[in-house]
């Protein structure tokens, strides 16, 4: 049934991509364009039809998606890394098709994982798994009384490799399960959900992290919003950071952050530094909630380096 759902949802999506509308102009306003990518779009009726389409399959993904700013970095990264750097109008093309029918694709996975589960089948079965990641099966779930939350957390393996991990939390509502968040990431660890009293209000956190030496984080915190669940933006946590740095050291592989205490701190690499052995010292800083940001309140910077 999940399948079916999934392609039903996909089909819609793509089919919508194709409906006529502003097709002759590109999704930003052309009067404004200035770099050389926006500039070729806005000149080409069939890549201004191409980034309309993407952009309306990006909203569609923004809007069902439960991490919001996950999906804008995405974007973001997308833009600088695939779209900005096409040779020629063909590559160009063929960049926003496949980037909007990817966005479908997420669109339409989102929606099956968004319904609601029998929340007997929680600590069993995995739910609105990947069809592209191997076989599922539930490594941990449990439960958050006080905040009527449950939580599963999954893996993928083929064969004997892991492949990918998900985590999902859900809102109990009677023998139903509704998913509040979800996220599934290829080569990703995730740990147990928890939920952190702050002064920041109550946090809730989906820690986790990338295979590999870099041990880049995934981690998700999002915030109660009446009876929703929203995602913060921690984008901004880096670079305030940044703004305490010397000149000549840099932070190479993320943040340490400490919600209880809503402080953060990070290692830091000289240039002839390997991966392994930052040499510059530490960078720290206490956090703040502004709206749906959490940002830097004030940073300092320490030549020791960063304990274990």
Not at 73 to 84: K, T, Y
Not at 129 to 134: A, F, I, L, Q, Y
Not at 205 to 233: C, K, P
């Amino acid at each position: 049934m999940k399948v079916d759902c999934l392609i039903g949802a996909l089909a819609v999506a793509l089919a919508a991509l194709a409906l006529p509308g502003a097709a002759s102009a590109a999704s930003f306003d052309c009067a404004r364009a200035a770099s050389p990518i926006e500039k070729r779009i806005c000149a080409d009726a069939q890549l201004s039809r191409d980034d309309e389409a993407l952009a309306a399959s990006y909203a569609r993904a923004l809007a069902i998606a439960p991490l919001p700013f996950a999906v804008r970095e995405e974007q973001r990264s997308w833009i600088g890394e695939v779209r900005d750097k096409a040779a020629t109008n063909a590559e160009l093309h063929a960049a926003l098709v496949a980037r909007a029918t990817e966005l479908a694709m997420q669109a339409a996975a989102d929606t099956v994982a968004a319904q609601p589960v029998p929340l007997a089948t929680i600590a069993t079965r995995c739910t609105a798994p990947r069809s592209d990641s191997g076989a599922c099966r539930v490594e941990g779930s449990g439960r958050f009384p006080a905040a009527h939350l449950v939580w599963q957390r999954r893996i993928y393996q083929d064969g004997d490799t892991r492949t990918a991990s998900g985590v999902t939390v859900y809102a109990v509502e009677g023998a139903n399960a509704r998913p509040v968040v979800w996220r599934d990431e290829e080569y990703a660890w995730f740990d147990d959900p928890t939920l952190i009293t702050t002064n920041a209000g109550q946090l809730l956190d989906l820690g986790g992290h990338l295979d590999g030496t870099g041990n880049y984080s995934v981690e998700a915190i999002l915030a109660a919003d009446g009876q929703a669940w929203r995602q913060l933006d921690m984008t901004g946590i880096q670079r305030g950071l940044e703004a305490h740095v010397p000149r000549g050291r840099a932070i190479w592989k993320g943040l340490y952050p400490d919600w209880r205490r809503m402080t953060v701190d990070s290692p830091l690499w000289k240039g002839t530094d390997g991966n392994c052995c930052p040499t510059g010292g530490t960078v720290h800083g206490t956090l703040k909630r502004a709206g749906q940001r959490i940002v830097v309140d004030r940073a300092t910077y320490d030549p020791k380096p960063l304990a274990d």
